[in-house]
């Protein structure tokens, strides 16, 4: 039996791996008197290149795993999800809040947009469903998206090559087109590319403003529990709970790369 949550209940975030680890930082910044779940599904990343219906599958998987620990929200870290399954998700943990970093994301870039010209990177899974392209035009009829997917932003991230001439070269091939369009605003549609922010910036120019999805979802999250009375109280920092489905040695080494930090626990879990 679910207890009903309360402003001391923790919020649950997931990812198909380490990528989401840009949202709970992002989380930490905002919230940090918050007790933060994260579980990687380290044992079956990627899921930009599976099919939906596995995609599905593994959206309402993740979930039933947070719903264990009772959390208060339910945030999906992870773009393909947000993009194929977050209608599942909401299902799953009904009547929770859901929130994804796509509408985060959408909104925030129609709302910073100057020209409507707006591109967007992300995998091939969140590119090809025009996911973005759908919630942007939804939130704002008169904008122009350009899409492209960025397949190996991922591998580069997570070897932490993130002040690399390879990754420059990558970054100039993967932007070139949308930078032909006179894009003003990049929408970061894959919460790993955030790591690499320095060089995409670098490479997009001055004129262009980048919308990280993982600072726009908790932003959203932050307004939600304020709007709701659901904020945590206290003001000590707390250490998240993280649970990965396979490699805990390899997920804390990244977390020290993402998160600039000790590494707290990571429990393994089963999926």
């Not at 997931?14 to 990687?40: C, I, N, R």
């Not at 307004?223 to 998240?240: D, H």
Request: proline share 5%; hydrophobic share 45%.
């Amino acid at each position: 039996m679910h207890r009903t949550p309360t402003s001391q209940s923790p919020i649950g975030i997931f990812d198909s791996g380490v990528g989401g680890l840009t949202v709970l930082k992002a989380m930490q910044k905002l919230l940090p008197s918050e007790q933060l779940l994260y579980f990687g599904d380290t044992a079956r990343v990627p899921y930009g290149t599976k099919s939906q219906v596995t995609i599905r599958r593994y959206a309402e998987e993740d979930t039933r795993i947070l719903l264990r620990h009772q959390p208060k929200m339910i945030i999906v870290a992870c773009n393909t999800v947000s993009a194929l399954a977050l209608d599942v998700v909401e299902k799953t943990a009904d009547p929770l809040p859901v929130l994804g970093v796509l509408e985060a994301g959408a909104d925030t870039a129609v709302e910073v947009t100057r020209t409507g010209r707006i591109g967007v990177i992300g995998t091939q899974a969140t590119i090809s469903s025009n996911a973005y392209a759908y919630a942007i035009n939804q939130a704002s009829a008169d904008s122009e998206v350009f899409s492209t997917a960025c397949p190996l932003f991922v591998p580069l991230a997570e070897e932490g090559m993130l002040n690399n001439e390879a990754t420059r070269l990558i970054a100039r091939e993967y932007l070139a087109p949308l930078l032909a369009e006179e894009i003003d605003t990049l929408v970061l549609g894959c919460t790993h590319y955030p790591i690499l922010r320095t060089i995409i910036e670098e490479t997009a120019g001055t004129g262009v403003t980048i919308i990280d999805s993982a600072e726009a979802v908790a932003a959203r999250a932050a307004a939600l529990l304020r709007n709701t009375g659901m904020e945590a109280s206290g003001t000590r920092a707390t250490i998240p709970h993280l649970m990965v489905s396979d490699l805990p040695q390899k997920f804390s080494s990244l977390y020290r790369l993402f998160m600039n930090a000790t590494v707290p626990d990571v429990e393994l879990v089963e999926v």
